[in-house]
């Protein structure tokens, strides 16, 4: 009898352990956290129109239309790719930690299912609006002279090629550098970095506009380029905090640093601008603000409110010394893609490492000045492949494009504008 009661004794306490007893809950999907991820991701879908007015007004008047397409373009192609195969490749099952499979192709399984509190629908249109808007950052480099039938095969491959891999490697289950511990929140290697490098490739490859820097090439219409640079800064509030992937306190940490980041970076370019050429002014501000979005893109989950002033000056002040680099190096990114978006993608993934604190967020990690300088070296490790990488993939696909297609625009047709020779339009009737 005795033995009988301790056997008892045991089946019970094995009945009270966690996870013993019952199986492991379902995932509830709440309605607050889905809620917040759809407006984020109508947020971030607006900042593609948001783009074109930034980087249309800062063209001259016979290519705005142009300008326009490439980056709208990318609403309508990538939209198609992402929900055929680069949603399944970017987060779909886990190939030794490379590249997703084809198993959620077509959005196989993703009708109501869950993911954490927010149905899985949800979160794939948000990682679409990002896979969208990247390959159109890339325009800028290379506006008023790239050829359009070549941009729409180069924005398909490179997406495919560039973007859904290494969106796998720092976001997916079992990616490589999530693995790692890369620290990534909301896409400053993902998106900023990719996009900065190739940026920076295609000026190179495809070479200067004619007359450059000879000639100048001044903005059409600043009020534009102002106007796109608001929408941009309201959108980016579903970029990162909407990162989150729900309605929390991540979520309210992310809004604060995305705001602080921006301004802080906004009065550090107009102040050294200010300091350097004599005068401040509006194109500065907004350039200066846009800095600061995509430095603190990466951190803004990890970092206090406080760091985020430190990360937007450094950024405010680096990018526009990088801006200032293409006449030192004689290479024309005509819009300052890999200026502000390489260069603060970059600086943003490092500093990163040196203010994240696990304290703000547990799925995050400590940076140097929390002690951790372990984390500093994984940013660095991460930025330094993802660079290689898209540098060495886009440099190979603009070849065989310019092999097959011929990417640049002819003399007469780039002296006639874009809008027209490409287009056949005009974006002003006067």
Request: proline fraction near 3%; glycine fraction near 12%; charged fraction near 10%.
């Amino acid at each position: 009898m005795a033995m009988l009661r301790r056997a008892s004794l045991v089946f019970l306490a094995l009945l009270a352990r966690p996870g013993l007893a019952m199986a492991d809950p379902a995932p509830t999907l709440d309605t607050g956290d889905t809620a917040w991820l759809l407006v984020s991701s109508a947020f971030v879908l607006f900042m593609t129109p948001g783009l074109a007015l930034f980087y249309g007004g800062m063209v001259r008047k016979r290519n705005v239309l142009s300008t326009f397409m490439f980056v709208h373009f990318a609403l309508a192609i990538i939209t198609v790719q992402w929900v055929v195969f680069g949603y399944s490749l970017a987060f779909g099952r886990s190939h030794h930690g490379l590249i997703g499979g084809l198993d959620l192709a077509m959005l196989h399984g993703l009708v109501g299912g869950v993911r954490g509190t927010i149905p899985q629908l949800a979160f794939m249109a948000f990682q679409m609006k990002f896979a969208i808007i990247t390959p159109a950052l890339i325009a800028g480099a290379f506006v008023e002279r790239m050829r359009f039938a070549p941009y729409v095969v180069f924005a398909l491959l490179w997406t495919t090629l560039v973007y859904d891999p290494v969106a796998h490697w720092a976001w997916a289950d079992g990616g490589w550098l999530l693995r790692l511990g890369v620290l990534d929140f909301a896409g400053g290697t993902v998106v900023h970095l990719t996009a900065g490098i190739s940026a920076l490739v295609c000026a190179v490859v495809i070479g200067k506009r004619r007359g450059y820097p000879r000639e100048k090439h001044p903005p059409h219409n600043l009020t534009m380029t102002v106007t796109g640079g608001g929408l941009l800064w309201f959108g980016w509030f579903g970029f990162n905090a909407g990162s989150a992937l729900g309605a929390n306190q991540v979520a309210a940490l992310a809004f604060v640093t995305t705001h602080v980041s921006a301004a802080s970076a906004a009065l550090a370019w107009v102040i050294v601008e200010w300091k350097h050429r004599g005068k401040p002014t509006m194109l500065g501000f907004v350039s200066g603000l846009v800095a600061g979005l995509v430095a603190i893109t990466p951190a803004a989950g990890y970092v206090s409110p406080g760091a985020s002033i430190v990360i937007g000056v450094a950024s405010g002040a680096l990018c526009y010394a990088a801006v200032l680099l293409k006449e030192r190096w004689h290479y024309d990114d005509s819009l300052d893609a890999f200026g502000v978006h390489g260069v603060g993608g970059i600086l943003g993934a490092l500093l990163t490492g040196v203010f994240a604190q696990k304290s703000l967020n547990a799925g995050g990690a400590d940076g140097l000045l929390a002690g951790n300088a372990a984390q500093l070296w994984k940013q660095f490790v991460g930025v330094a492949v993802v660079g290689a990488y898209a540098a060495a993939i886009t440099y190979v696909l603009l070849k065989v494009l310019d092999r097959v297609m011929g990417l640049r625009a002819a003399k007469d047709d780039e002296l006639e504008g874009l809008d027209s020779s490409q287009h056949g339009e005009s974006g002003y009737v006067m």
